[in-house]
Every structure is written in C-alpha cells, then in structure tokens.
C-alpha cells in the first residue's frame, strides 16, 4: 500500500504527542513527586539538624546551670542571707576595715530563672584595707557582683567611708547548704600586691596621712563626774577629746560606736556588732575584741 505525504505528517504528529503524553506521564507522575519528595528530605534533615543543634544546646546550658549551681548560694532565702551576710562581714574585718556593717534587703525574682539578693556593706578605713577588701570578695568564686561602690574622703587623713552594693544569686535546684570556696580565675592577677599601686597613685589628689588612727585613737583617762565615771578617748592625730559616760554615742576618725561600760581602769565600746575592751594607755588597735550580743 502506498504510504501518502499526508498519512507520514499523521504518523509523525501521532508519534509526538506520545512522546509529549510520555514527557507529561513521567514530569506529572514519576518526577514531580519525586522533587517533592527531595524537598521534604530536605526539610527533614534541617530540622533534623536544628533539633540535633537545640540538644547540643541544652546540653551545654545543663552543663553551665550544674556549675552555677554549686557557686549559688543555698536555695532557702533565710539561710543564703545569714551565710552570705557573715561571710562579707568577716571579709570586710579581715582587710582590717571598721564601723563594718551589712545589710540586706529581700531577693528579687529575675524572670523566673534565678533569685538575686542584694547587700549593702558599710565601713571606714584605708584605701590599702578597702583595695584587700575587694581583691578578696572578687577572689571568691560565688555567684556575686559588686553593682555599687562609693568612696568618701575623711578630711585629709587617709581613711574613706566605703558604701559597697553587692548582688548575690540563687539558682533554683541547688542544693548546696554553704557558700563556694573555690577561687575566681577571672581577675587579672592574683597576687594581692600586684594592685598595691591603687593605694601608692593617690587616685583622689589629696594630701594624705599616712598614720593609722586605730593606733592614734586612745583611752587616755577615766575621771568622775557627779560619781559616774568618764572615758576620755583622745584622737592623737588631731588632739580631739571625746568624754564619754556610759551609753553614749561617738564618733572618731577611726571608728564609730557607744559607750557600753566604764570603769576605773577600763572601757567597753560597741562598734557594730563587736565590743572592744580598753584600759587606760591603750589604742583601738590593741583593744580585746569580741562579739557583740
């Protein structure tokens, strides 16, 4: 049979839309799926890989809550103030700083992730002594800042009014029962004398003596008055002389505080919450220390 032009043209026609039938067939069916399918494997493996990212991270954060908890203070408000409290005290006394008080308010809850508790510290003495007394509060590795610090000069004899705000934290779910005692590896030096040159500058340009009060402030006399006995406590730096009965305030260059007892002999101060025995002749600095009540 003979093949006409036209029937070849048919043929030929017929035969792409096949080929087009056959494109649509595997586009439609095989390979639109199948990019589908690539897409959402891509999807899977990124989420896949957030999530794997978001473990990590959770890990990481565990890891750095467990430590903070162990430089937190106790989680029971009462006993974390009572600890923290004497452990700035004592730290304060140590540098040889006086008239050392602390106080503290109530803890303030930061967005439910940890509990800050706040302190005020309050004393007298050297520029030497209050650079001792932060070395060691920054030495120590607690969970703690200092967010506050005023220095007022006493005239020109060396000594400062120190007013230092400090910040605390509780991490929920510790479970220590007393302060951290490690060592902070944050300072730049841990050697105490390398910040020596802080005292030696003179940072506030004023003239300063150098002597210590607490040697230079003494019981000089006991006298009677109307049968009570005096104390006559003398400020060798400036010849200033305090006569003091029984339950009166004073208040020296070296330190603050009242009269508790006088005797013939003696004295009893109270300064903060220590007392301080005197006999006639001897300084604040060579006085019997004890607790108060």
């Known amino acids: 049979m003979k093949v006409t032009r036209q029937q070849v043209m048919l043929g030929v026609l017929a035969l792409m839309a096949v080929l087009r ?48 908890q162990k430089k937190s203070l106790p989680s029971d408000t009462e006993t974390a103030r009572s600890l923290y409290r004497n452990w700035l005290l004592e730290t304060v006394r140590s540098a040889k700083l006086r008239n050392a008080t602390v106080d503290s308010g109530s803890p303030a809850n930061r967005r439910g992730l940890y509990r800050a508790m ?39 004899t060396g000594q400062f009014d120190l007013s230092m705000g400090v910040e605390a934290l509780i991490i929920p779910g510790t479970r220590e029962m007393s302060l951290n005692t490690g060592e902070s590896r944050y300072l730049a030096s841990t050697d105490r004398h390398d910040y020596d040159v802080i005292a030696r500058d003179n940072i506030f340009g004023i003239g300063i003596d150098t002597k210590d009060p607490m040697k230079l402030t003494i019981l000089s006399a006991v006298t009677y008055r109307n049968g009570e006995p005096t104390a006559w406590i003398t400020e060798q730096i400036d010849d200033k002389v305090h006569k003091l009965s029984a339950g009166a305030d004073f208040e020296t260059t070296a330190i603050s505080g009242r009269v508790v007892t006088v005797t013939e002999k003696s004295v009893v101060i109270e300064s903060g919450d220590q007392l301080l025995k005197m006999d006639i002749g001897q300084s604040f600095a060579d006085a019997e220390v004890t607790s108060g009540s």
Do not use: C, H
């Open 21 to 68: 039938g056959g494109d649509y067939v595997i586009s439609s069916m095989i390979q639109g799926p199948l990019r589908e399918l690539q897409g959402e494997n891509r999807e899977l493996l990124e989420d896949i890989s957030k999530q794997e990212k978001l473990l990590a991270d959770g890990r990481v954060a565990g890891q750095k809550i467990e430590r903070w």
């Open 118 to 156: 706040p302190f005020t510290v309050q004393a007298r003495g050297s520029l030497n002594e209050i650079t001792s007394a932060l070395f060691s509060v920054e030495k120590s590795n607690q969970l703690q800042r200092i967010i506050s610090l005023r220095l007022t000069p006493v005239g020109t």
